[in-house]
């Protein structure tokens, strides 16, 4: 079974730094990863992308703060956040990416976690 | 603000045509993406490239783009449809990804 399984969330001082980790299982590791994100009632927002050869992207709000990783051998995805605010308080979900060059999907996420970031 | 723009709420009768929009000037160049996100859920891929279907994803599904304007549309709502759907594509500066602000669907 293709699975995401993300882990790693909790509460944390504003400030503070948090590492998220997302296990994948059922397929191998030749896909573009990301995180996405999303705050309580609010909409989904991108956070970041990483390919199979470690290409990497950013939105703009997590440049400087934020880092995507990979281990393709042992299936996994990270985030380590670091100098926390309250508005990156939001459940994160890991996203399997693929495509062509006119358009990108995120065909298999997981559950998500929960980061509470309290100022 | 969002380079994605949608409406926040439409509502379709049961059985019903409803269409979805999604407007920005990065649908002139990449295709969007739609997914449904249910309360409590993770989203889930509809819709990709020009109109293409996910296994699993009913036929009443449907994509379209003109212009800076994609659309999706469902043929014959159900009350399962219900739910927040999203677009989604390579921003303006193909570096990055950007998301709609959403479209909660309410099937009466």
């Known amino acids: 079974e293709v699975q995401l399984v993300e882990s790693g969330g909790g509460l944390v001082q504003a400030g503070g730094s948090l590492r998220l980790s997302c296990v994948a299982s059922?397929?191998?590791?030749?896909?573009?990863m990301n995180w996405v994100r999303q705050a309580p009632g609010k909409g989904l927002e991108w956070v970041s992308y990483?390919?199979?050869?470690?290409?990497?992207y950013y939105a703009e709000f997590a440049k400087g703060r934020f880092t995507i990783s990979r281990d393709n051998a042992k299936n996994s995805l990270y985030l380590q956040m670091s100098s926390l605010r309250a508005e990156d308080t939001a459940v994160y979900y890991c996203?399997?990416?693929?495509?062509?060059?006119?358009?990108?999907?995120?065909?298999?996420w997981g559950k998500g976690t929960t980061v509470t970031v309290s100022s | 603000s969002s380079e994605l723009t949608q409406d926040p709420a439409v509502s379709v009768a049961l059985g019903q045509t409803v269409r979805i929009t999604c407007q920005g000037d990065s649908l002139r160049i990449y295709y969007a993406t739609w997914y449904q996100q249910k309360p409590g859920q993770a989203p889930l891929l509809v819709i990709y490239?020009?109109?293409n279907r996910p296994s699993g994803i009913p036929d009443r599904f449907s994509g379209s783009s003109s212009g800076n304007t994609a659309s999706l549309t469902i043929t014959g709502a159900q009350a399962e449809d219900e739910a927040d759907y999203y677009c989604n594509s390579r921003g303006s500066s193909s570096n990055h990804l950007v998301f709609g602000g959403g479209t909660k669907l309410t099937v009466l």
């Open positions: 990483i390919s199979t050869s470690s290409t990497i």
């Open positions: 996203a399997r990416g693929g495509g062509q060059l006119d358009y990108y999907y995120m065909d298999v």
């Open positions: 490239g020009k109109n």
């Open positions: 059922g397929f191998t590791s030749t896909y573009s």
